[in-house]
């Protein structure tokens, strides 16, 4: 499903009182000419990525003059928020997450990169498309239905902390790569900062979902080894699954391309996922272009495969936390990520990388 034309509202999604951006950045009696402390320490946590974006653009060897133009787009996107904390009405502010990703992700392709993640992705796809047969193995194994499918939960988790925007992950990476059992293994404790994971796991066992929207967020192995796995096992039991996927790069979220291609090398040769059938599995371009999400701006192709969805899935702390947490809709939701900035932390009242499962049963 390609994305075309104008951009509309999700149509499960309730409206009324709906802001996409969870923290509240200002509040009305704040001065419109100044930045309020949130904004200030968002401004700066988009500051502190700038050094690994720069080295990513340099190493992109599909743009000439990347050295150059990776210099440009530090120099600028750092200019751009001294203005914003200056005064936060400049660049069509006041800034909220939105408006600072779209500003980063605008001032790149300005000076001349696309995907300056393409290189990383590809490599972390390939490394997760070899594990994917072992980790379904290992789902497959487990009996118990209710332990089978925390532990797929948790695989999630696991998959969602390969997150190059984060600065302390990007560096974490940089140094070591991570191994997927073993941070399925080291997952902080339960209770979670949010746990609604029994309540999640007991609607499940009614199995009253027949269709599920699948908002995927980060390439290699969040969307091969966490989302899949889910989706495999939702799929087993007759529903059909959706995933909707970014229209444009965006860090390193997996793109529609990208997906579509990712799963043809996962399927085998009569088409099933690890003995799966998929005739029930549809990839959506969502049309969005950003690693968080505004639902009221989405293509009108996952619009109308999304009409009479009854689970709709935010997945990764852009998509699931910093925008859309307090999301309401006509059906059942659940926002899944792994907290991996220390200000979403602190406004959660919950550890760093600790982890968030929201579930909102919707009540006719």
Request: glycine fraction near 6%; hydrophobic fraction near 40%.
């Amino acid at each position: 499903m390609e994305s075309a034309g104008e951009m509309v509202p999700l149509p499960v999604l309730i409206e009324s009182n709906y802001r996409a951006c969870t923290i509240p950045y200002r509040f009305p009696s704040d001065n419109p000419k100044k930045p309020t402390p949130t904004e200030l320490s968002w401004i700066d946590l988009f500051a502190r990525s700038i050094p690994s974006f720069r080295k990513r653009a340099e190493a992109d060897d599909t743009v000439p003059d990347a050295s150059a133009k990776a210099e440009k787009f530090a120099q600028r996107y750092t200019e751009i928020l001294e203005n914003l904390k200056k005064d936060p009405e400049t660049h069509g502010g006041p800034p909220d997450c939105i408006l600072l990703c779209q500003l980063r992700e605008q001032v790149l392709r300005e000076v001349g990169f696309r995907d300056i993640f393409k290189k990383v992705k590809d490599e972390e796809n390939a490394k997760a498309i070899s594990l994917f047969q072992d980790v379904v193995h290992l789902n497959d194994a487990i009996q118990d239905e209710s332990e089978r499918f925390e532990n797929l939960i948790r695989g999630i988790f696991a998959g969602n902390i390969f997150d190059l925007g984060s600065a302390q992950l990007a560096e974490l990476f940089a140094k070591d790569g991570m191994s997927f059992q073993a941070s399925c293994q080291n997952l902080v404790s339960r209770p979670w900062v949010i746990d609604d994971l029994d309540i999640f796991i007991s609607k499940w066992g009614r199995r009253s979902w027949k269709k599920v929207i699948i908002f995927v967020d980060n390439s290699g192995a969040d969307v091969i080894l966490g989302i899949l796995p889910f989706a495999r096992e939702l799929l087993q039991q007759g529903m059909q699954v959706v995933l909707a996927a970014n229209d444009l790069p965006s860090i390193n979220d997996v793109t529609y391309p990208e997906l579509i291609e990712i799963i043809a090398k996962l399927k085998d040769e009569n088409g099933k996922l690890m003995g799966v059938e998929t005739s029930n599995l549809f990839i959506a371009n969502s049309g969005n272009d950003l690693p968080v999400i505004d639902l009221t701006r989405v293509s009108q192709e996952l619009a109308y495969i999304a009409s009479d969805a009854d689970l709709v899935v935010l997945e990764g702390m852009g998509r699931g936390i910093e925008t859309n947490l307090y999301a309401q809709f006509k059906c059942d939701a659940m926002k899944i990520a792994m907290v991996k900035h220390p200000e979403v932390a602190q406004f959660l009242g919950g550890r760093l990388y600790d982890c968030v499962i929201k579930f909102n049963e919707f009540v006719h």
